[in-house]
């Protein structure tokens, strides 16, 4: 076995191994196109006993972060004795004003209670006691290392690595609520209930099932979860809790849908309301007189942080927003560091700006391949087609919902905008670049991370759960693969 020190940490592996695999079990770096060699985003500082840079890691990174021992984790073999480190990244999270004013009514938990939304990107926590909100923690979600999206990693699941990823987003999710009990002053093992809400894949991967039903067709999931199960059962150590996985609506469309449809229908009922949870998997909720109707569209991880050069999370030396100025662009760049990447947020701001001064044109097509938007932070035209596709896929999938339904756009009443990442957009750059349709402001809401909020409901009246079981048994759930206007709608949607 051969020593490898990871950010001061010492693991022990095979001659040969992949370092990502190592860096898999250490946790902290990401990999989103799931160790493929693609991104270049694994990037390391590694010295020591480690083979020689190939083709692939000589292309992606320059000659100065070779000489400098950089390396891509994905790319690089063990060898003997070696040390490696890279910089952890902390995640910019949702304000907590929000969940201030909830209060239990006939809680669910017997002292204290957390609420949970495992996300494809990031995981989120509150706790609660009988007087109310105490604490709110967030992290990564460390599945990343398996790919960005929920397909990569089912394609790792089926390659035989179920139990990895199992294991994977166990830890991750153990060390959250240790931190989300230290921020309350308690020990985990004092939360009684939890509240565990996420997308039907994360869900299946969280209990260690086999997702091959969600990946081939007809697309029928063989569980949908809506079940107590104890912590012991979940594989959570040191945790005496009970946990309530609210249903899943279907294949395509997760928990995470049914608590948010929860939050917002709770805080203000009515029917014409569109609900969009702008993220990887473009979930979005239509309300009519008739029913429910929801579908997922495969927007991908572009305003996640993942899939462009120079892409990131929110976190510090993100640029987070962008305008236009006499002197060119002007960015706001999270901590008021130095910029080193763009986030989703400065992603819609950049495009809408270049746009504006016409270095990019509607078609998509960059004037110089690549714009400077702060520092050495650009956007490249792959990036560009990127954001197109995205961008494309939420649209057209609102129009799509709204054509099925035989509604215009301005019977429309209201369009919720959900998600971490809708929390920070600024919503006319989002409607120019034509990732929301053209709307009133004044009907548009951002309600930050709803699955999180009806999550947290739950925990905090039990009554609320034959509710949830009820919104997830009437939603229908639209295919939109084989949809004409929707392929349509998509092909048009490319434009800017």
Same mark, same amino acid.
């Given at each position: 076995?051969?020593?490898?020190?990871?950010?001061?940490?010492?693991?022990?592996?095979?001659?040969?191994?992949?370092?990502?695999?190592?860096?898999?079990?250490?946790?902290?770096?990401?990999?989103?196109?799931?160790?493929?060699?693609?991104?270049?985003?694994?990037?390391?500082?590694?010295?020591?006993?480690?083979?020689?840079?190939?083709?692939?890691?000589?292309?992606?990174?320059?000659?100065?972060?070779?000489?400098?021992?950089?390396?891509?984790?994905?790319?690089?073999?063990?060898?003997?004795?070696?040390?490696?480190?890279?910089?952890?990244?902390?995640?910019?999270?949702?304000?907590?004003?929000?969940?201030?004013?909830?209060?239990?009514?006939?809680?669910?938990?017997?002292?204290?209670?957390? /609420?949970?939304?495992?996300?494809?990107?990031?995981?989120?926590?509150?706790?609660?006691?009988?007087?109310?909100?105490?604490?709110?923690?967030?992290? $990564?979600?460390?599945?990343?290392?398996?790919?960005?999206?929920?397909?990569?990693?089912?394609?790792?699941?089926?390659?035989?690595?179920?139990?990895?990823?199992?294991?994977?987003?166990?830890?991750?999710?153990?060390?959250?609520?240790?931190?989300?009990?230290?921020?309350?002053?308690?020990?985990?093992?004092?939360?009684?209930?939890?509240?565990?809400?996420?997308?039907?894949?994360?869900?299946?991967?969280?209990?260690?099932? $086999?997702?091959?039903?969600?990946?081939?067709?007809?697309?029928? /999931?063989?569980?949908?979860?809506? &079940?107590?199960?104890?912590?012991?059962?979940?594989?959570?150590?040191?945790?005496?809790?009970?946990?309530?996985?609210?249903?899943?609506?279907? /294949?395509?469309?997760?928990?995470?849908?049914?608590?948010?449809?929860?939050?917002?229908?709770?805080?203000?009922?009515?029917?014409?309301?569109?609900?969009?949870?702008?993220?990887?998997?473009?979930?979005?909720?239509?309300?009519?007189?008739?029913?429910?109707?929801?579908?997922?569209?495969?927007?991908?991880?572009?305003?996640?942080?993942?899939?462009?050069?120079?892409?990131?999370?929110?976190?510090?030396?993100?640029?987070?927003?962008?305008?236009?100025?006499?002197?060119?662009?002007?960015?706001?760049?999270?901590?008021?560091?130095?910029?080193?990447?763009?986030?989703?947020?400065?992603?819609?701001?950049?495009?809408?700006?270049?746009?504006?001064?016409?270095?990019?044109?509607?078609?998509?097509?960059?004037?110089?391949?690549?714009?400077?938007? /702060?520092?050495?932070?650009?956007?490249?035209?792959?990036?560009?087609?990127?954001?197109?596709?995205?961008?494309?896929?939420?649209?057209?999938?609102?129009?799509?919902?709204?054509?099925?339904?035989?509604?215009?756009?301005?019977?429309?009443?209201?369009?919720?905008?959900?998600?971490?990442?809708?929390?920070?957009?600024?919503?006319?750059?989002?409607?120019?670049?034509?990732?929301?349709?053209?709307?009133?402001?004044?009907?548009?809401?951002?309600?930050?991370?709803?699955?999180?909020?009806?999550?947290?409901?739950?925990?905090?009246?039990?009554?609320?759960?034959?509710?949830?079981?009820?919104?997830?048994?009437?939603?229908?759930?639209?295919?939109?693969?084989? $949809?004409?206007?929707?392929?349509?709608?998509?092909? &048009?949607?490319?434009?800017?």
């Amino acid at each position: 076995m051969e020593k490898v020190t990871v950010n001061g940490r010492i693991f022990q592996t095979e001659k040969g191994t992949v370092l990502a695999d190592v860096l898999r079990e250490a946790g902290g770096l990401k990999m989103p196109c799931a160790g493929k060699g693609i991104c270049g985003k694994c990037r390391v500082r590694a010295s020591g006993l480690l083979s020689e840079p190939d083709e692939t890691e000589i292309k992606k990174l320059t000659r100065a972060e070779r000489e400098n021992g950089i390396r891509l984790a994905c790319r690089t073999r063990v060898l003997g004795e070696c040390e490696v480190s890279f910089e952890e990244e902390a995640t910019r999270q949702t304000p907590e004003e929000a969940f201030l004013g909830l209060q239990p009514v006939r809680p669910l938990f017997e002292g204290l209670g957390a /609420a949970v939304d495992i996300g494809t990107t990031t995981l989120a926590a509150v706790l609660f006691d009988k007087n109310g909100f105490r604490a709110r923690a967030g992290a $990564d979600n460390p599945q990343s290392v398996f790919g960005a999206d929920v397909i990569s990693r089912m394609e790792k699941s089926m390659a035989g690595e179920r139990e990895a990823l199992a294991l994977c987003i166990k830890s991750g999710l153990t060390s959250l609520l240790e931190e989300l009990a230290n921020k309350g002053g308690c020990s985990p093992a004092d939360i009684d209930t939890l509240v565990l809400t996420g997308n039907t894949a994360m869900l299946y991967f969280f209990t260690g099932r $086999d997702p091959s039903a969600l990946s081939h067709a007809p697309f029928a /999931a063989d569980w949908l979860a809506g &079940e107590w199960l104890t912590a012991e059962q979940l594989g959570l150590p040191g945790l005496q809790a009970r946990a309530w996985l609210p249903p899943c609506v279907s /294949a395509f469309v997760g928990a995470d849908i049914t608590t948010a449809m929860l939050s917002v229908r709770t805080e203000k009922p009515g029917n014409d309301r569109l609900l969009v949870d702008i993220g990887t998997n473009g979930e979005i909720v239509l309300w009519r007189q008739e029913g429910i109707f929801c579908c997922s569209t495969a927007a991908g991880p572009a305003f996640e942080g993942a899939g462009l050069k120079m892409g990131m999370q929110g976190t510090d030396g993100a640029v987070a927003h962008v305008r236009v100025t006499e002197n060119g662009l002007a960015a706001e760049v999270i901590g008021d560091k130095e910029p080193i990447g763009i986030c989703g947020s400065g992603v819609i701001d950049a495009v809408s700006c270049l746009l504006q001064t016409e270095e990019l044109d509607e078609t998509g097509y960059l004037e110089d391949e690549e714009a400077v938007i /702060a520092g050495e932070v650009r956007l490249f035209q792959e990036d560009i087609r990127k954001v197109q596709l995205a961008k494309s896929a939420i649209c057209a999938g609102i129009k799509t919902m709204l054509h099925r339904a035989g509604m215009q756009l301005p019977e429309l009443q209201e369009l919720l905008v959900a998600g971490g990442f809708g929390s920070f957009i600024h919503l006319e750059n989002a409607i120019a670049i034509g990732l929301l349709p053209e709307v009133e402001l004044g009907k548009i809401t951002v309600t930050g991370n709803a699955a999180l909020m009806g999550a947290a409901m739950l925990l905090l009246d039990k009554e609320k759960l034959p509710e949830a079981e009820r919104l997830a048994a009437a939603a229908q759930t639209v295919d939109l693969a084989s $949809d004409a206007f929707f392929k349509e709608c998509y092909m &048009e949607g490319m434009l800017f």
